[in-house]
């Protein structure tokens, strides 16, 4: 009997232990699941808050790389005397374009949020320059009609033509071309006119390579603000060491502004050769990809190429485009 009872008694015990221990496990699940909901919530309201400032909807912000912005600016300068850059630029806007329309195309229609615009500096003479510029400028997202987004690739192919013309016509009337403050328009313009926290940002600039603009004449030591055919003569970089000299002496432009790390540049339509020096090209990329990297772009976040045949520079841009 005794040893009946000091079973019974042990049996006993051993449930109180076990209920003990699965009440003590519960109350600890619990505690960590509230914890783990606190954690969440504290984490939650800490997202909330840090995206407060921005007007991005969370799901455009999270697919950000796939929201092109795209910028082009024209430099409307004496390049446009000769029929030929126009020809070409006129067939390179066509096919920015057309690779604006193939990203379009590969998006769902709820995360449509994409822009292409297009720029110059100063803001030529003649309005009807700035109302085609306005046609030019086209926003999608997922509320746009399709015609409209079939109907971009004609717009760029239409009105390029017309604005070049008007801008001949503009200088044949201003004994003057509108020009172009390439300049300028990065030190005023360029992260309030082509960087947007919600897209991914590509700066389009059509181009010779030579940088002036009578308004914007700047020298600091061996650094300015420009470049032309007669100031490269003068710099006496004709011979192979251009580089070395480049380096030793700082030349280069002046930086305009700084902290371009959400900008990509693709510049089209080099076109420095020169009969007196055969490192006219060499040296004026190299201006130009040194500017870039002091403004705070990274060497595979930009892209230099000299004029070409449409065909071959549809290839660079699309590339540049669709498959960064």
Same mark, same amino acid.
């Given at each position: ?105 590969? %998006? ?112 600091? %030591? ?31 432009? !002046? ?65 540049? !485009?669709?498959?960064?």
């Amino acid at each position: 009997m005794i040893i009946k009872t000091k079973f019974i008694e042990e049996h006993y015990s051993m449930k109180i232990s076990i209920l003990t221990y699965l009440v003590l496990y519960s109350f600890f699940i619990i505690s960590c699941t509230d914890n783990n909901s606190n954690i969440n919530s504290d984490e939650e309201k800490s997202s909330s808050f840090s995206n407060h400032n921005s007007r991005c909807p969370k799901y455009i912000l999270k697919n950000k790389v796939e929201n092109l912005n795209i910028s082009i600016l024209l430099d409307l300068s004496d390049r446009i005397e000769e029929h030929k850059i126009v020809e070409k630029d006129t067939a390179y806007l066509s096919s920015i374009s057309k690779a604006f329309i193939n990203h379009i195309k590969n %998006k769902k229609l709820i995360f449509l949020e994409d822009k292409v615009q297009l720029f110059f500096n100063p803001e030529p003479l003649k309005g009807e320059i700035t109302e085609i510029a306005q046609q030019l400028k086209i926003r999608f997202t997922k509320d746009t009609p399709q015609p409209r987004i079939k109907n971009t690739v004609v717009l760029y192919k239409k009105y390029p033509i017309k604005l070049y013309q008007l801008a001949i016509e503009d200088a044949e009337e201003n004994l003057q071309y509108p020009g172009s403050d390439i300049w300028r328009f990065f030190k005023d313009n360029v992260k309030d006119y082509c960087i947007d926290e919600c897209h991914r940002n590509v700066l389009i600039i059509l181009t010779d390579g030579y940088m002036y603009h009578e308004a914007t004449i700047m020298n600091q %030591k061996n650094r300015t603000s420009y470049i032309t055919p007669n100031s490269l003569k003068r710099l006496n970089l004709n011979k192979n060491n251009w580089k070395e000299k480049i380096e030793e002496l700082d030349l280069g432009f !002046i930086p305009a502004t700084n902290n371009l790390d959400d900008l990509e540049i693709l510049v089209i339509g080099i076109n420095s050769q020169n009969p007196e020096n055969p490192y006219a090209q060499d040296i004026i990329n190299t201006y130009w990809s040194k500017w870039f990297e002091e403004m705070g772009l990274e060497n595979n976040n930009y892209k230099i190429k000299a004029a070409d045949i449409p065909t071959n520079i549809e290839e660079v841009i699309f590339d540049f !485009i669709l498959n960064k």
